[in-house]
């Protein structure tokens, strides 16, 4: 199996990427980081963070119609100008540590972007665009492990910025930020014959689950499920955490 993976792991991965699909369907965001959290609990997570990568950019291409409208450019172009120096900072600093430390630093990293996420801080006005590019950086940093998108989501979510807006977005930032990071991941060895392999047998369960959160088969408010998506994100993390420290 690629990655070391025993059949029951495999299944379990499976049903990730489906759940993570549709949560980004749905909501516009966490599908990289319920991934990376999910497979810190069966093997070592570096191993998924190109796969979703390449996973989010396929998405994109499938929801780009319904969402090319509502991006906000200027934006993208402001995070992407800090995300082009964070990225490599990120890598250098995750690719020196062992798989045990980068379970418990991924896990921590995500509990305190869901209490971020969670605490409701808001901005009384939407930021600029240094605070953009500084958010960037940030993001870059945390994209080395396949989490770019939840310091952008906290930043977004703190200002006035309408959901469309929001959730379009995120969506076009992944793309760019997957682009930029990818060949750098390359150089770093962290993409193999396994991440095709993955990816590949990964493609039909996230076409499926993203049509389906896309097409908000639940009756639920999307800042709702949001929340709920953040709840379970953070039941992960913390399973990946005990999992390291017991």
Same mark, same amino acid.
């Given at each position: 199996? +690629?990655?070391?993976?025993?059949?029951?792991?495999?299944?379990?991965? !499976?049903?990730?990427?489906?759940?993570?699909?549709?949560?980004?369907?749905?909501?516009?965001?966490?599908?990289?980081? &319920?991934?990376?959290?999910?497979?810190?609990?069966?093997?070592? %997570?570096?191993?998924?963070?190109? /796969?979703?990568?390449?996973?989010?950019? @396929?998405?994109?291409?499938? =929801?780009?119609?319904?969402?090319?409208?509502?991006?906000?450019?200027?934006?993208?172009?402001?995070?992407?100008?800090?995300?082009?120096?964070?990225? +490599? @900072?990120?890598?250098?600093?995750?690719?020196?540590?062992?798989?045990?430390?980068?379970?418990?630093?991924?896990?921590?990293? /995500?509990?305190?972007?869901?209490?971020?996420?969670?605490?409701?801080?808001?901005?009384?006005?939407?930021?600029?665009?240094?605070?953009?590019?500084?958010?960037?950086?940030?993001?870059? @940093?945390?994209?080395?492990?396949?989490?770019?998108?939840? %310091?952008?989501?906290?930043?977004? !979510?703190? =200002? +006035?910025?309408?959901?469309?807006?929001?959730?379009?977005?995120?969506?076009?930032?992944?793309?760019?930020?997957?682009?930029?990071?990818? %060949?750098?991941?390359?150089?770093?060895?962290? /993409?193999?014959?396994?991440?095709?392999? /993955?990816?590949?047998?990964?493609?039909?369960?996230?076409?499926?689950?993203?049509?389906?959160?896309?097409?908000?088969?639940?009756?639920?408010?999307?800042?709702?499920?949001?929340?709920?998506?953040?709840?379970?994100? !953070?039941?992960?993390?913390? &399973?990946?955490?005990?999992?390291?420290?017991?």
């Amino acid at each position: 199996m +690629p990655f070391d993976l025993s059949p029951a792991a495999a299944g379990f991965m !499976a049903a990730a990427f489906l759940v993570a699909a549709f949560v980004r369907g749905y909501s516009g965001f966490g599908f990289s980081a &319920l991934i990376v959290a999910a497979s810190a609990l069966v093997t070592n %997570p570096l191993h998924f963070v190109a /796969v979703v990568m390449i996973c989010e950019f @396929m998405m994109t291409f499938q =929801q780009a119609r319904g969402v090319w409208h509502a991006v906000s450019w200027w934006r993208v172009l402001a995070l992407m100008a800090g995300a082009l120096a964070g990225v +490599p @900072m990120g890598l250098w600093a995750l690719t020196g540590i062992g798989a045990d430390a980068a379970r418990v630093v991924i896990s921590v990293y /995500v509990l305190a972007m869901c209490a971020a996420l969670l605490a409701g801080w808001t901005m009384p006005r939407a930021a600029g665009r240094p605070a953009h590019v500084a958010a960037g950086v940030i993001s870059g @940093m945390a994209n080395a492990a396949g989490m770019g998108g939840l %310091p952008v989501a906290v930043f977004f !979510a703190a =200002q +006035p910025i309408a959901t469309a807006v929001f959730r379009a977005t995120l969506i076009a930032y992944f793309a760019a930020l997957d682009i930029w990071t990818l %060949p750098l991941m390359w150089g770093h060895g962290l /993409v193999s014959r396994d991440t095709l392999v /993955v990816t590949l047998a990964a493609l039909p369960l996230i076409g499926f689950g993203t049509w389906l959160g896309g097409r908000h088969f639940l009756n639920t408010d999307p800042q709702d499920f949001r929340r709920f998506s953040i709840m379970l994100l !953070a039941g992960l993390a913390l &399973l990946g955490l005990l999992k390291t420290v017991l």
